[in-house]
């Protein structure tokens, strides 16, 4: 059996970079008085290349059955790129550099998640207890990294995030080739699985959840500022997010024994509706906005494990790398971008409670979706004799 050791290294280091371009990159393009629409035009880039690259460098990884390279040469060249974003400070500048970034930094991450998928198939919780390592790296960044930026000043982030980046690369050398082992079952063109309802409800799901997340990801450190909080108090709202998501990857092995992977996309749902909610509402309060956020665990981790099972399971071997890349296209890459430009515009026009109303009433369709298609696909299996 392969190590799964360099996966969870993988992980910590990727979500490093998470834990510090997700709380703090927009403070940093707010630093240099961009406005709010150009300020989601550059964070939806990150998201707007997952509908591209993803799609591309699985069916290259797919094709080639050469993944781990894949994994390496991009993240080296979207560290290099990144790396141009600091010397200068113009909008387009910026904007160029993260694009190219970007559309390398996209690949690697569908892919580790394919490997990893694969070798946890026979015991699928094992998945959540490597991905926890993703969560532990985000902590430890968006911790520290209110902390740092006070000591060195806003105009600091993007040599601090190039850093990590550059780290992301040195642990992609780690990873193994992963070859699958025996005889794949035949399997049909990948659009045959497509056509299906069930599966077309499932990345109906992830793209709602990824639509309701998109303001999240690009104006929640800025609504959090306008309410007074200070870059230290804003880490660690992120971070305590990220804290309950360890706690339920940790447990995910007992939930799925317990319950079906359908349930819990649908209870991952809900918790986003009442999540954006109480953000659009409240986010005054230091408690609800404490407890809004201990809902992360359910919006995002209970949401990624139950969509990576469900993938695992409603697609043949041979697809997996394309099924996981077009997951990431359809939830990070559409929704979430689609999310963050439409925050944009919604944003100048009463902040907070606009923006995360329409987070909420995202999140609301998706389990009404979930409800009518998702979920009697999964009973309907259930109820099937083995």
């Given at each position: 059996m392969q190590s799964l050791l360099p996966f969870a290294s993988f992980y910590f280091t990727y979500f490093t970079?998470?834990?510090?371009?997700?709380?703090?990159?927009?403070?940093?393009?707010?630093?240099?008085?961009?406005?709010?629409?150009?300020?989601?035009?550059?964070?939806?880039?990150?998201?707007?290349?997952r509908i591209i690259a993803p799609g591309f460098w699985g069916w290259l990884a797919d094709r080639s059955g050469r993944r781990r390279n894949i994994i390496v040469s991009t993240s080296i060249l979207s560290a290099a790129?990144?790396?141009?974003?600091?010397?200068?400070?113009?909008?387009?500048?910026?904007?160029?550099?993260?694009?190219?970034?970007h559309f390398f930094w996209a690949a690697a991450l569908p892919l580790v998640e394919a490997s990893t998928a694969y070798l946890t198939r026979d015991n699928p919780g094992r998945y959540s207890r490597v991905r926890v390592w993703g969560s532990i790296g985000f902590v430890c960044l968006a911790m520290s990294g209110g902390y740092m930026l006070d000591w060195l000043g806003i105009a600091a982030t993007p040599w601090i995030v190039s850093a990590l980046l550059i780290g992301v690369a040195?642990?992609?050398?780690?990873?193994?080739?992963?070859?699958?082992?025996?005889?794949?079952?035949?399997?049909?063109?990948?659009?045959?699985?497509?056509?299906?309802?069930a599966v077309i409800a499932l990345f109906a799901c992830c793209f709602l959840q990824?639509?309701?997340?998109?303001?999240?990801?690009?104006?929640?450190?800025?609504?959090?500022?306008?309410?007074?909080?200070?870059k230290a108090a804003v880490g660690v709202l992120w971070a305590l997010g990220v804290v309950f998501e360890v706690g339920v990857f940790m447990l995910m092995p007992r939930i799925m024994r317990r319950f079906g992977l359908e349930a819990l996309m649908l209870a991952s749902l809900l918790a986003a509706v009442l999540r954006f909610g109480l953000i659009a509402t409240c986010l005054a309060s230091p408690l609800v906005a404490g407890f809004a956020q201990a809902l992360h665990a359910l919006t995002y981790a209970l949401h990624h494990a139950s969509a990576i099972g469900l993938i695992n399971r409603m697609f043949a071997e041979q697809h997996h790398g394309r099924a996981q890349g077009l997951y990431i296209v359809a939830s990070f890459g559409v929704g979430g971008s689609?999310?963050?430009?439409?925050?944009?515009?919604?944003?100048?026009?009463?902040?907070?409670?606009?923006?995360?109303?329409?987070?909420?009433?995202?999140?609301?369709?998706g389990a009404l979706v979930c409800l009518r298609w998702l979920r009697p696909a999964g009973k309907l299996r259930a109820a099937s004799p083995v």
């Open positions: 970079f998470q834990g510090m371009f997700s709380p703090f990159w927009g403070l940093y393009l707010q630093s240099l008085s961009f406005s709010a629409w150009q300020i989601s035009v550059l964070m939806a880039l990150s998201t707007l290349a790129s990144f790396c141009l974003v600091g010397l200068d400070n113009g909008f387009w500048w910026i904007f160029l550099s993260l694009a190219v970034s040195l642990s992609a050398f780690k990873v193994p080739e992963v070859v699958p082992t025996g005889k794949p079952r035949p399997a049909g063109p990948i659009w045959e699985t497509l056509r299906k309802p990824a639509l309701a997340h998109g303001p999240y990801y690009t104006f929640y450190s800025l609504g959090l500022k306008a309410f007074g909080y200070d689609g999310g963050g430009l439409i925050g944009g515009l919604v944003w100048p026009h009463g902040g907070v409670l606009p923006t995360f109303a329409m987070s909420a009433v995202a999140a609301l369709i």
